[in-house]
Each structure stands twice: as structure tokens, then as C-alpha cells.
């Protein structure tokens, strides 16, 4: 708790060094100001937003927000699964008025409605979620009212079933979990209590197994990891000494299982988005700057064939706890987060990844 709240204090806006960019533009705002949240691309091509008491639903084609309500319990810090099926698996998280969530729900998109779903046998926020290839889910890390949780679960959705899935050999929080080209699962970095993680873990879904790999070069959390077409990973950003986040990245190999330094980001960046954009390169936005207060305006791209970041425009807002989702038509929507302010946002951005017309009749 003591990091979360170091995190959220009240934030100020960063100088921008960087000019404005065409590729970047206003939409609709959400009827409700969010952070800590989730958002989850459906099978539609709409979006679904879910935190505290309901979710809200995004159509690109009419640039629209319909409410989707009918959330049992209110939750932020939780996760969401889209399922093969097209529903969502929202689970775990904290209300402010139970305290840390083992429950789970599921959204229907079909009719706008949510059903309850069986309870993971860990509560557990600031956790992570995965989609495996047999289509069930695998739940990882993160903490609850006892600590900090190692237990790994999965969910069946056929059988709406929640199963032990091994223990990390390290429990952490703020970690990431990225589900990798041969279907395995790895989880780097993450916090325990004051100790920056260098160790990734790797989970096996046809074996069960969890097996440590090469350590990063640096300890961190609060960073983003992210799978790319090569079948490498990007690890940037994250907070690596307290109270520095970080420009560096690093890469993992899967050929040769070894973690290598990647070029650096022009901004220290922590508890940032970063989407994979149908060119191959990846677009990071937001975030906390270095001394853990100042919000990113700026984005950047990465180019993994250069190994090169490169400048992706400004936001018209900087935020903090956003969410990133890239949509049907390849545009990237970046949404609500903790603004300048230190206050949680209702707006939305839309990254043009092509520079091309992304909506007709919504923008000047």
C-alpha cells in the first residue's frame, strides 16, 4: 500500500519539450471519470471500460459512450479478459467499502448485461491476467489484505472453475505477465515490499511448471512488457530506484532466453500504456516522469528492425493510470487516468497510427 500511495500523490504537468502532432486527436469523453481502470477491445470492434460502479461502452464508428451497467460490485485495480466466446472476465480488484476482491463477474456484450462469475480463491489486486491458448485464464501475482500473493489460478470458463496454477518463486506486485509466441507466459519484475525484482518467471500451461529465466539487467515495477512481431519482448520504463522511473529497455530473446539492453526512451516513464501498432512499432503514452509526480504529455514510438525510439506527438492531456487499446481500424484510444491535476479524467485521445482520416465528421 505504501508504494500505491507514494504513486498517486498529487501530480503536476510536465514542460513539453516536444511539438504537437496531427497523429493525435480528441474524442467523445466518458460520462464518468476514470483511473485504475480497465479496457478491453470486443469482438464488435467497440470498447469496453470498466471501473468503481459500472463500465461505459465505445463505438468508433459513431464516436459514442453507452453506459453499461449492472456491475454486482464496484472494483478498480482489478483485470479484464476478453474469452473466446466474446464475453469479458472482469476479476479481482478493491471496493473501497469490501476491501480487496476475490470475486469475479462477466459481461455479456450480446445484451449489455453481467453475471456473476465463481470466486478465485485468492483476493488479489494490482495483479496481472492472460488469455492462454486453451482459452481458459491465467491469474498472477499481485496483493490483498495478507501480503503480497505468489499463488498463480486459472478460470475455465466452460466450467466457470478457478484452479491452483503453481506459485511464483517470488511473490510480487506490479509486475507484468505477456504471453509469448510458443504460448508460454512471462512475468518480469515487480515489487516486494522495498525490493526492486530483476527475476522473470516462466509458466508452462502444457506442463504446469513455473521456471525461472535470465534475470533483467535492472530491477523494476510499474513498467510495461510487451510482446512484438519478431517474438521479442519489450520491457521500458518502470520504477527502478525510488524515486527515479526509468528510460531504459530491455529486450528478451527467446531464441537465446537472455535479456539485452535496448535504446532508451527520451522520458523516464512508469505506470505508462504501450500498444503494438499494426506496422510492428510500439507506442508508448503517459506516465509518471522521473521523480514520481510530473505526468507525460509526450508519446514515442519504437522501432524494433532500428532498435530506435522515435517522437509520436503530445497528448492533449498528460495522464497517469490509463488505458491503451488499439481498435479494428489500427487507431490507437487512450483513455481517462490521472491528469496534471492529480485528478482522474474523463477525457479520450485517438492515435492515427497512418496519419490518415480516422473519423469523418468528429474532428477539424
Known sequence: MILFLAATAIVCAMEPAFPASSNWHPVASMQVQRSHHTATLLLSGKVLVVSHYEG???????????V????????????????????VLIAGGYATTVGFLKSAVIFDPADNSWSDAADMSNARTDFSSVLL??????????????GYVAEAEIYDPALDTWSPAGSLAHERVYATA???GTGQVMVTGGAHFTIH???TELYDPSSGLWTEVGDLHTGRYWQTATLMPSGSILVSGGQIDTPEYSTSTEIFDA?????????????GRGIHAASVLDNGKVLVSGGYSWNGQDVVAATELYDEVRNEWSHAGMLAAGRVFHTSTVLDSGDVL???????????????????????????GGFD
Do not use: Q
Not at 461505459?56 to 453507452?66: G, K, Q, R
Not at 472494483?75 to 464475453?87: E, I, M, Q, V, Y
Not at 535479456?259 to 527520451?266: D, E, F, K, V
Open 56 to 66: 461505459e461502452v465505445y463505438d468508433p464508428s459513431s464516436n459514442t459512450w453507452a
Open 68 to 87: 453499461a451497467s449492472g456491475l454486482s460490485v464496484p472494483r478498480f485495480d482489478h483485470t479484464a479478459t476478453r474469452l473466446a466466446s466474446g464475453k
Open 133 to 146: 491458448p486453451s482459452g481458459k485464464v491465467l491469474v498472477v501475482g499481485g496483493r490483498n489484505g495478507a
Open 178 to 180: 505477456t504471453l509469448t
Open 197 to 199: 525484482l530483476a527475476s
Open 255 to 267: 531464441g537465446t532466453g537472455t535479456w539485452s539492453p535496448g535504446s532508451s526512451m527520451a522520458y
Open 334 to 360: 487512450v483513455v481517462g487516468g490521472i491528469g496534471p491535476s492529480g485528478s482522474p479524467l474523463e477525457t479520450a485521445e485517438l492515435y492515427d497510427w497512418d496519419g490518415e482520416a480516422i473519423f469523418s
